[in-house]
């Protein structure tokens, strides 16, 4: 573990991706490399921290700091995260104040109960394998349909039983969503009916059994609708 201080953090650094995957470097429950301090003096817009034991949200900004970062995506894939608080107080939204180019969020398989404290800012978020977040569905449903910039929403792997219709209903801008491998039966005929741009809908190895294409009918962009391992018995077309 080197000193932070001897990091390299001229503001006239060309250094843009901080890949610190897998390192092991925030083992330690005291250990605090002050992210925010590197951020600052480069120009860092991609940081890489997946597999690091990480149990609480490190800080990316500094809150009495007067500059705003470049950072647009955070990779936190593979943690213990179960929150996105802070030990010291405030959640990952006081940071997005101040680094209002953040658009990516990548919160893959890890033990999330609590979604507050995203980022309105978003446009690509993954949530998979997160299965606590059922817990706790209507809360954190509410939660994600306030993120009306999204783009893509991944959120396979997470057992939750149900949708409602105002999950997705400000996501106007919704391409991509991937709701593979949970236990959805039945989806609501109004589920994406604000969703015109979508092009691609993962909803493979669910409970389906029947599908009524009426959900689909007025996506024109629709490329790719992914059914397969679900328990399809008939399929109905209303005009």
């Not at 959640?91 to 309105?120: F, I, P, V, Y």
Request: hydrophobic fraction near 40%; charged fraction near 25%; glycine fraction near 2%.
């Amino acid at each position: 573990h080197r000193d932070l201080h001897s990091f390299p953090t001229r503001r006239s650094s060309d250094l843009k991706d901080l890949n610190m995957a897998h390192t092991g470097i925030f083992a330690e429950f005291n250990k605090d490399l002050k992210l925010h301090f590197i951020i600052r003096s480069c120009s860092i817009s991609d940081i890489d921290l997946r597999g690091n034991l990480i149990r609480s949200m490190p800080r990316f900004t500094n809150y009495f700091d007067s500059f705003s970062g470049f950072l647009t995506t955070i990779s936190l894939d593979d943690n213990l995260l179960e929150n996105l608080y802070y030990i010291a107080g405030g959640d990952l939204s006081d940071d997005c104040s101040l680094m209002l180019q953040l658009t990516h969020l990548e919160l893959r398989q890890n033990r999330l109960a609590d979604l507050h404290g995203l980022c309105k800012s978003l446009t690509h978020l993954y949530l998979s394998n997160n299965k606590r977040l059922r817990k706790n569905w209507t809360r954190n449903q509410a939660v994600i349909s306030e993120l009306a910039k999204l783009q893509v929403f991944e959120f396979a792997h997470n057992d939750v039983n149900n949708i409602s219709d105002a999950t997705f209903r400000a996501m106007t801008d919704l391409k991509e969503i991937y709701l593979g491998s949970n236990n959805l039966s039945v989806l609501s005929t109004n589920l994406f009916r604000r969703n015109a741009k979508l092009e691609i809908i993962d909803l493979n190895s669910n409970l389906l059994r029947d599908i009524n294409f009426q959900h689909f009918k007025q996506l024109q962009y629709l490329k790719v609708l992914n059914l397969q391992d679900n328990f399809l018995v008939r399929s109905e077309e209303h005009t």
